[in-house]
């Protein structure tokens, strides 16, 4: 039997900022990890991914991140993607700037 | 210090305008992602966890206060108000924009400086003492060997498409303070017998995945066929060099595979193929290059204003003893400013900082600024009667913390803090070891002793060279910590040995602790410094306060 497939959401860097973004169900790209649809068919998952990949003039480097849902939406189930939801630990450079 | 030539500023001006007309491509969707990362590569623009990543040569680490003013003014207009200097002697700007980039890169040839080959299977930026120049125990000032090399190499048509990145490092001095034996090449200014200038050739060390330290492929090459012998090392690698797996393709597994004495052979035999093509242009070159680096003139004066500071004022003394070093020109210094404050990021100064460090160099500094590659800058020629007012200075902007070579002096790479290739971070943990020791009071007593960390395998943090060395990992999506010990990045180059098993990002620090400990009650007297310990009583003690003496009898049985 193939493994389980996990919760997952479409994720990429802005070709124009660099910064992380995630596709919304509405196919748009927030910076926001609340905004993300999460991808629970794995079909429609490599669909998503195909399309997202196509938008070369958008984003760079788009690929499926793992995520766990909660009541507060989608969250992070590696640190690598916690910190790509909020930027690095020396400063407040990063997300962490919009989020408070 | 060497200018551009008209040449070098047309040809730096023409790689802008090509790559500025390659990101408008980019942009409006002509290149795709694809075929734009190359030419983004070859100009130092890499894309990072959370934003571009600017990388900038600074050729040998020598820069002169224009430069540091421009760097300083870039990290405002078009980054974030700083900059983090390298273990490789570049800057790097973490928060540049796609669209800016043409911008910052005009910015610096304004200044003579670019991204070139920063990145990219080339060779890269030359590295070489940051006391260059200045140090007493130089036999030769390494940088016009450096910069000679640098033209030799840049946009060397042979040399663009290599199995992989080359790196050169070259000090003029016994005491290697460039790491010469963990490059592809490493190069020794000596002298035989007969007194000629020539060079020690050190090939195929490395860190990385596969730590190497360098052989002696030639153990006297004469100074005037340096380009020549070059050029043949790096052809016959460009050959025999894997292309099938990236891992295996760095010169350091092509001698190891090949081993030392058939890559000999087979440099002995292309370079005498090559020596006839260069027709001594290279040697009329290096003459040139070399009146470029002729020393400041020097002034003679009182040292009074030094000995009256030195014997009062403790805090002035403490910087003094720990990161002033000695000059060769009678009564000046080098005065090392530590980018290492504690529990700041091991390397970043503000633009602030960096106008500061530039005034002074202007000042008192004839004009010079180094970037060492443990992330530290340096004034590399400072009267000391100008040393009060420059510590003076250095403290008013955080810049004059009395640390270099201790505990808290640590070289720590980008981590997963910005690196996208990384799999823990290692800023905090060096935040937090310098902040412990800062609260211990210790550091003074614990003396020389050199923390290298890196969050990936790919070692960009030095960490098999470092006393102690931490390698960051990803262990079933946790960070994980590895400890070596033992290593060692001078002349007497020694990849450092694993304890054991890793340890938990909260657990990183409390074992540094233990083996530090360990080592202030194995030492014989204040005097035998970390590693001279760790080579007399060996990994056992060290082992036991990490893991007990449960894992020892385990291990025994
Ligand atoms: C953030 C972007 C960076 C990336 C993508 C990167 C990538 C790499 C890779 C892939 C290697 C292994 C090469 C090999 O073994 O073949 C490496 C090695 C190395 N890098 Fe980096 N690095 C980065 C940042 C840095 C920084 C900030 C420094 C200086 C502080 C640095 C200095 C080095 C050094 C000294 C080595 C090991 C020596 C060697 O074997 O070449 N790198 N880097
Ligand atoms: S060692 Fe790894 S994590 Fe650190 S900068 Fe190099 S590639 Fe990135």
Wanted: aromatic share 8%; with cysteine.
């Amino acid at each position: 039997m193939p493994a389980k497939f996990t919760p997952k959401v479409v994720t990429a860097n802005a070709l124009l900022e660099g910064d992380v973004v995630y596709l919304t169900a509405r196919d748009e790209w927030s910076r926001r990890l609340s905004d993300a649809k999460v991808l629970t068919d794995e079909a429609d998952a490599q669909i998503r991914l195909i399309d997202a990949s196509a938008r070369a003039s958008e984003v760079v480097g788009v690929y499926l991140a793992d995520v766990a849902t909660t009541d507060a939406g989608p969250k992070p189930t590696h640190f690598r993607e916690d910190f790509r939801t909020r930027g690095p630990s020396n400063y407040a450079h990063g997300k962490q700037v919009e989020a408070l | 210090m060497y200018r551009y030539t008209d040449f070098d500023t047309a040809f730096v001006a023409e790689r802008n305008a090509q790559f500025r007309a390659q990101v408008e491509r980019r942009i409006d969707g002509s290149l795709t992602e694809d075929e734009f990362k190359p030419l983004r590569l070859m100009n130092g623009l890499y894309l990072q966890l959370h934003a571009y990543m600017l990388r900038v040569a600074v050729p040998y680490g020598t820069l002169n206060s224009a430069q540091m003013r421009q760097l300083a003014m870039i990290a405002d207009r078009w980054d974030k108000g700083y900059g983090h200097f390298t273990t490789r002697q570049n800057i790097q700007f973490n928060w540049p924009k796609l669209r800016d980039v043409p911008d910052m890169l005009d910015a610096l040839a304004e200044v003579q400086m670019h991204a070139i080959q920063t990145s990219g299977n080339t060779i890269r930026n030359v590295t070489a003492d940051h006391f260059a120049g200045a140090a007493a125990d130089e036999i030769a000032d390494p940088r016009p060997v450096a910069e000679l090399i640098r033209q030799w190499s840049t946009d060397h048509p042979e040399f663009q498409f290599l199995p992989r990145k080359f790196k050169v490092a070259v000090t003029g001095s016994p005491n290697d303070r460039a790491v010469t034996k963990a490059h592809d090449i490493g190069l020794r200014m000596v002298r035989n017998d007969a007194g000629d200038a020539g060079f020690e050739v050190i090939v195929g060390g490395g860190l990385g995945r596969t730590p190497m330290i360098g052989k002696i492929i030639n153990s006297f090459l004469p100074e005037a066929d340096l380009l020549p012998y070059l050029e043949a090392i790096v052809s016959v690698w460009n050959l025999l060099g894997r292309r099938d797996n990236k891992y295996k393709s760095r010169i350091k597994i092509t001698v190891h595979e090949h081993g030392l004495d058939d890559i000999r052979a087979r440099v002995e035999e292309r370079f005498a193929l090559l020596k006839s093509a260069f027709t001594g242009i290279d040697q009329q070159l290096y003459a040139g290059i070399k009146a470029d680096f002729a020393p400041p003139a020097f002034s003679t004066r009182d040292t009074g204003p030094f000995d009256l500071s030195y014997a009062n004022d403790p805090v002035f003394r403490a910087w003094v003893d720990s990161n002033v070093n000695a000059h060769r020109a009678p009564g000046y210094a080098i005065a090392q400013i530590s980018l290492k404050a504690h529990g700041a990021t091991p390397g970043d100064a503000t633009s602030d900082q960096m106008r500061l460090m530039a005034d002074l160099a202007a000042q008192y500094g004839h004009d010079e600024l180094r970037v060492s590659h443990e992330q530290n800058i340096v004034l590399p020629h400072v009267h000391k009667a100008d040393l009060p007012a420059v510590h003076a200075a250095l403290k008013t902007l955080g810049l004059a913390t009395a640390n270099i070579g201790k505990i808290s002096d640590i070289i720590a790479c980008p981590g997963m803090d910005y690196c996208a290739l990384a799999t823990a971070r290692s800023i905090p943990v060096a935040q937090e070891i310098a902040t412990r020791y800062n609260e211990l009071k210790l550091e003074n007593d614990i003396g020389d002793l050199k923390i290298k960390i890196s969050g990936c395998i790919n070692a960009c943090g030095h960490h098999h060279v470092g006393h102690i060395g931490i390698l960051g990992l990803d262990r079933a999506g946790v960070e994980n910590y590895q400890i070596t010990l033992g290593g060692d990045h001078t002349e007497t180059a020694q990849v450092g040995q694993r304890t054991g098993p890793g340890f938990a990002y909260d657990e990183i620090v409390p074992a540094v602790e233990r083996i530090v400990d360990t080592y202030l009650s194995e030492r014989t007297d204040a005097d035998e410094t970390f590693i001279d310990t760790f080579r007399r009583v060996g990994m056992t003690p060290f082992k036991t306060a990490l893991y007990g003496e449960a894992e020892k009898r385990a291990k025994a049985a």
